[in-house]
C-alpha cells in the first residue's frame, strides 16, 4: 500500500470537525504568542493589535511582564497540543481537553464575576469543544 492510499484511508476515518480543531489549537497558540509578545516587549509595531480588546489589554498592562509570561506558556501548551492532536497522540488529545477544561472554568467564574455576557459565550463555546472532545468518535481517533 502506498503512503498516499494511507493517508487517504487515515483522513476518511476521522471524526468531522478533527482538522477544525486541530487549526483552532494552531490559531490560539499564535494569538496567545502575539499577546505574550506583546505584553514582554511593549513599544513595538505589533502593539496595535490591542484595539481589538482594549479592555482586556487595560487588565493585563499593569501586570505586563507576568502575564507575557504566562501567555508563551499557553501558547507553548497550545502548540504541543495541537501537534500530538494532529499526529493523533493520546496525549494530545488529553492536553487539548485539559486546557478547554481549564478555559470553561474560567468563564464559568467570569460569569459568577458578573460578566454574564462574555463568560456565558465563553461557557457555551468552550463546553460544546469539550462535548467534542470528549465524544466517542473523537476519543476512537485517538485509540
Not at 37 to 65: H, M, V
Not at 107 to 131: K, S, T
Request: charged fraction near 15%; charge should be positive.
Amino acid at each position: 500500500m502506498h503512503d498516499e492510499d494511507k493517508f487517504e484511508m487515515q483522513s476518511a476515518s476521522l471524526p468531522f470537525g478533527f482538522t477544525a480543531l486541530g487549526v483552532f489549537l494552531c490559531f490560539g497558540a499564535t494569538m496567545a504568542c502575539l499577546a505574550g509578545a506583546t505584553l514582554l516587549w511593549p513599544g513595538t509595531l505589533l502593539d496595535p493589535i490591542w484595539k481589538l480588546n482594549p479592555s482586556a489589554y487595560r487588565q493585563l498592562a499593569p501586570i505586563g511582564r507576568l502575564m507575557g509570561a504566562a501567555f508563551l506558556v499557553l501558547a507553548s501548551a497550545l502548540a504541543i497540543a495541537a501537534a500530538g492532536w494532529f499526529r493523533r497522540r493520546v496525549w494530545g488529545w488529553r492536553l487539548a481537553v485539559a486546557i478547554i477544561a481549564i478555559q470553561l472554568m474560567g468563564d464559568a467564574i467570569n460569569c459568577i464575576r458578573g460578566d454574564w455576557f462574555g463568560g456565558g459565550v465563553g461557557v457555551v463555546i468552550a463546553g460544546a469543544l469539550l462535548a467534542y472532545l470528549l465524544s466517542s468518535k473523537v476519543r476512537h481517533a485517538f485509540s
